[in-house]
């Protein structure tokens, strides 16, 4: 019923604006990759766009894990990962966006993603009131219909911002190209938010970022990009985010496997509330056919209330992603987001990439291992997570896309042996 609600809202919303438009004199129209629709005189604009990630996964457990992870093979088996409704446009200067998440059927995590009101705001800025991503990693801020590979890496709200990614407030950003010279682009954003998506309790959570980018070379077969970001969060443990001060790596093992957490502040009581600092660090490039991303992060996390289990854990991640056009293309620079963009094929019958990425995740405080040892075992210590993951793509065209990956994933919890577990995973996709 609440999917249904939900569904008819945005049904709603798309009804309304199409109408606004059409009530102020639209006369152009185009169906280019969305339904986009235009008033005469400019002032009125509105699409209705969406995706659909159709993902299967057999997974491989490890049946002889000296750890207390719970495996299963029976999650293998196909699922929807996203099914997304967008509608986006304009008035009078006014933007918009909305996308709503349909696939999850009324469960936590269902609901919207992007949901905010946007202008101008100084030359080559824009702000942004609403649900939004704090202005994170690379791989964070790039759209989840343009990774190489199925999954966001360990740089990523799957991974060292422990779950932590719509947020509610405020979020500014700014592009100046030409800063330094003609094809350079200097990106720099600033959030203030409160933890939390639309539905769930807020206000008693809040956070800050900033992130820096510039790009020296700017150019439509090679670029190169350097970034800089630091958030800080304070979550009470009264509020809906205060379980998301976990990180670990969610995905590693497939979606529908099995992730880890390194550390975790659950527990305690009363208005202590849980702080976190990340700072992070990117580079990446394309030189024709060849892409190259490199991250590293870390995050200190600590609780005000004395004495209690965790009560500061240093965790650090880094990831590396190697990508090839065998058809010869370019992955494009997005200025905009100072994050990469999607493949768009050069040949009729389409393209193809192969791309393999490392990601590494370590606790470096030995007393705040979160990893499960089986009853009678050794205390849990030197927690990590590594995980490899290969694969290839297939772009029928902009809008179509094939995926297949492989992920070897390993645990390390100071146990001999440790757990060792793989999936084979798969993506249609389609996107307009």
Not at 91 to 115: P, V
Not at 136 to 157: F, H, I, K, T, Y
Request: hydrophobic share 35%; glycine share 14%.
């Amino acid at each position: 019923m609440k999917t249904m609600l939900r569904f008819g809202a945005v049904a709603l919303a798309v009804g309304t604006s199409l109408w606004a438009v059409a009530a102020n004199a639209a006369d152009d129209a185009s169906t280019t990759g969305g339904i986009t629709v235009k008033s005469s005189d400019g002032n009125f604009e509105a699409s209705l766009g969406g995706r659909i990630h159709f993902d299967g996964a057999i997974l491989f457990p490890d049946d002889n894990s000296r750890l207390g992870i719970t495996n299963s093979k029976n999650d293998s088996g196909f699922f929807f990962r996203r099914v997304f409704i967008s509608l986006k446009g304009k008035a009078y200067g006014w933007g918009y966006q909305m996308n709503e998440d349909i696939s999850t059927n009324g469960s936590a995590a269902s609901g919207f993603n992007e949901l905010w009101l946007e202008h101008s705001l100084l030359p080559g800025g824009t702000i942004y009131i609403g649900q939004h991503k704090p202005w994170r990693s690379m791989d964070e801020m790039s759209s989840n219909n343009n990774l190489p590979l199925m999954e966001r890496n360990v740089l990523s709200a799957n991974g060292l911002f422990g779950g932590r990614d719509f947020t509610q407030g405020l979020y500014y950003r700014n592009v100046t190209k030409g800063l330094l010279g003609s094809g350079d682009s200097f990106w720099w954003g600033l959030s203030f938010y409160t933890d939390g998506k639309a539905g769930q309790t807020t206000g008693r959570s809040y956070g800050s970022n900033a992130r820096l980018a510039y790009a020296p070379i700017v150019g439509a077969h090679e670029w190169l990009h350097f970034g800089l970001t630091y958030s800080y969060d304070n979550i009470s443990r009264q509020g809906d985010g205060y379980g998301k001060i976990a990180p670990g790596y969610s995905t590693w093992y497939a979606k529908k496997g099995q992730g880890v957490t390194l550390v975790s502040f659950a527990g305690g009581s009363g208005n202590s509330g849980v702080n976190a600092g990340v700072g992070t660090a990117e580079i990446a490039g394309a030189y024709g056919a060849f892409y190259f991303q490199g991250e590293y992060g870390t995050t200190h996390q600590w609780s005000s209330l004395k004495g209690s289990a965790g009560e500061t854990a240093t965790v650090s991640a880094f990831s590396t992603t190697l990508a090839y056009m065998l058809t010869g293309e370019t992955r494009p620079y997005s200025t905009s987001d100072a994050s990469y963009g999607g493949v768009k094929p050069l040949h009729s019958y389409g393209a193809f990439e192969v791309a393999v990425r490392y990601d590494f995740e370590r606790n470096r405080t030995l007393s705040t291992c979160a990893i499960p040892i089986p009853a009678g075992g050794p205390a849990a210590t030197n927690c990590s997570v590594h995980s490899l993951t290969a694969g290839i793509n297939y772009y029928v065209n902009p809008n179509v896309r094939f995926m297949i990956n492989y992920s070897h994933g390993r645990i390390n919890a100071g146990v001999p042996g440790g757990d060792h577990a793989n999936a084979i995973m798969a993506r249609a996709q389609f996107a307009f």
